[in-house]
């Protein structure tokens, strides 16, 4: 029989195999949505969105690069829908290979519905840790500038530029009239994003390792809504029974 050390070592390996499957995964996902009819569903794009940027992407920017990226609007309203669409569809008998699903808070699991994930992600790429909304924020305004640098085909690629000026300008960085300097926003940003990602990396996985265990299937997408218990004194961030 294996001793713990053992199956340690061979979920490493596990985990690094898995790793490079879902990123030739994503590159093949990316291609296919490339080419595919642009009257999609709103979850098709939302999962695209999300397999672009890697990380969870809030409602509000969702919502605000839609129209110029992909011409299509989206209501306040669709993301409370579509959320319990996704929950509908995991509850069901029907399985799909990826569901739409929320950043689970650190400290007692519960969702944060605003921050959109995939469920294909390691579970610390879903945990909103103490300073994950500086670094997702910061994260989010350097994809949508790349964007906006990039994607010339867009459905609006003006207004694309001015949505990512937007972002650049709520981070923190001069933003004149006119001008687009992407390289010198998207560098700015890189620093400021690689000094909060190594605190908030090991903040996330803590946690993730904390509430795994913890946690059902669905719970690890949609959250538990009671927070989660512990004895007294077992885990300080969790509420007593």
């Not at 070592?9 to 690094?16: F, G, I, M, S």
């Not at 929950?87 to 689970?104: G, N, T």
């Not at 004895?231 to 969790?238: D, H």
């Amino acid at each position: 029989m294996s001793n713990a050390k053992d199956l340690r070592a061979q979920e490493a390996v596990l985990e690094r195999q898995l790793a490079e499957i879902r990123k030739q995964r994503i590159v093949a996902e990316k291609k296919e949505g490339q080419t595919a009819s642009p009257r999609r569903a709103v979850r098709e794009i939302v999962l695209d969105l999300l397999m672009d940027s890697g990380f969870a992407l809030n409602s509000l920017l969702i919502a605000s690069i839609m129209p110029p990226l992909y011409g299509k609007k989206i209501s306040s309203s669709r993301f409370g829908t579509l959320s319990t669409d996704e929950a509908k569809s995991f509850d069901s008998a029907r399985v799909r290979p990826v569901y739409l699903c929320h950043l689970l808070k650190f400290d007692d699991a519960q969702p944060i519905k605003r921050y959109w994930a995939r469920s294909d992600w390691p579970l610390a790429d879903r945990v909103y840790g103490p300073h994950s909304s500086r670094l997702l924020f910061l994260k989010a305004a350097k994809w949508t500038i790349e964007l906006a640098k990039t994607r010339t085909d867009a459905a609006d690629a003006e207004r694309l530029r001015f949505v990512a000026a937007d972002q650049a300008r709520n981070a923190g960085l001069k933003v004149a009239r006119g001008e687009f300097p992407f390289a010198e926003w998207s560098d700015f940003l890189s620093d400021e994003i690689e000094r909060l990602d190594l605190v908030d990396a090991g903040e996330r996985q803590g946690a993730a390792e904390a509430i795994k265990s913890e946690l059902n299937p669905r719970e690890l997408l949609y959250g538990h809504q009671g927070g989660l218990i512990s004895l007294p004194g077992t885990q300080a961030n969790y509420r007593s029974a």
